[in-house]
């Protein structure tokens, strides 16, 4: 079977290599300043998530230009995707995250617009404005579901329903803007049948795009403490690479796939601490794919 990856989808669809580059907008996020909670979701980092990103300056155009100076010795004449990466980048004043947005969607070096955000964080001024930025260049929006399991909705301290995820995409969708979805696989009590519901709970949603990531263990992190208490384990890279392949035989061939594992930053991480060798990793992704007859291609081939 053939499975519609990133770097498949974006050549084909911007002629080139396209490279992201990880921004700030200088937000939190509601599960941290005290709106819905102040200890942010159980495995997140102090820094949101955003562990690659440029280190936050009023200048959006600055920011790009620093991380296109960290890529410079990947990419000739090649294109990027501005990627709003730390924290909920819609949960701000909708005036300022409009002149930052369309300063980075202006950059003539940038292709795309892609934010990550809660689905609970888009109102209609937010959307408007997404609305706007998609008539310039093609926009992204990154939603956190990460589960769709109860339980463990309630586990991670995620802060909103299903129903809240299935309204956003709707209202995205709307507007015409595309959406990726965020999934952890390995989350504590949850087996592989756990996981593949929420990937076929995210594609039935109207999801464009996916992304699949290991659970990371981090320092200072309430996942790290219950992770040293023995309360669940994580991961064999074996038993993850089976799960992911798996996932990618569910999902349909129109999705595209951003993500097949994830980096933990290397100074933060507890476990699995075989993900810290990432070339190793995806070797062996890339080995088992091909042992399952599961290859990149374009939703033409699938």
């Not at 594992?261 to 091909?290: F, M, Q, R, Y």
Request: aromatic share 8%.
């Amino acid at each position: 079977m053939y499975y519609n990856s990133l770097n498949n989808h974006l050549k084909e669809r911007f002629g080139c290599k396209v490279y992201k580059l990880a921004l700030q907008c200088g937000y939190t996020c509601p599960n941290r300043d005290g709106k819905i909670d102040t200890r942010g979701c159980i495995f997140c980092s102090q820094k949101g998530s955003g562990n690659f990103a440029e280190p936050f300056c009023e200048s959006v155009y600055s920011q790009i230009e620093k991380a296109k100076l960290i890529l410079n010795k990947k990419i000739q004449n090649g294109k990027y995707i501005a990627y709003f990466q730390s924290f909920t980048n819609t949960y701000g004043e909708p005036c300022y995250l409009e002149k930052i947005f369309t300063e980075a969607i202006n950059h003539p070096d940038v292709v795309a617009l892609s934010i990550a955000t809660r689905p609970d964080c888009l109102g209609n001024e937010i959307l408007a404005i997404l609305k706007k930025l998609n008539t310039i260049k093609p926009v992204w929006v990154e939603l956190g579901l990460q589960t769709a399991k109860p339980s463990s909705v309630e586990y991670i301290r995620r802060g909103f329903k299903n129903e809240v995820y299935v309204s956003a995409i709707k209202s995205l969708k709307a507007i015409g803007v595309e959406v990726i979805t965020h999934v952890i696989l390995g989350l504590p009590n949850e087996d592989k049948s756990d996981i593949l519901k929420t990937v076929c709970f995210a594609a039935n949603s109207g999801t464009d795009g996916i992304k699949l990531q290991l659970l990371h263990v981090l320092k200072n992190t309430d996942l790290q403490k219950d992770f040293e208490n023995n309360a669940f384990s994580v991961l064999s890279l074996d038993e993850y690479i089976d799960i992911l392949c798996d996932c990618i035989e569910v999902l349909p061939p129109h999705i595209v796939i951003h993500r097949l594992t994830g980096d933990g930053d290397k100074k933060e991480l507890i476990a699995p601490l075989w993900s810290a060798d990432k070339k190793n990793v995806l070797n062996k992704i890339n080995k088992a794919l091909n042992e399952r007859n599961i290859v990149q291609g374009s939703k033409e081939q699938s």
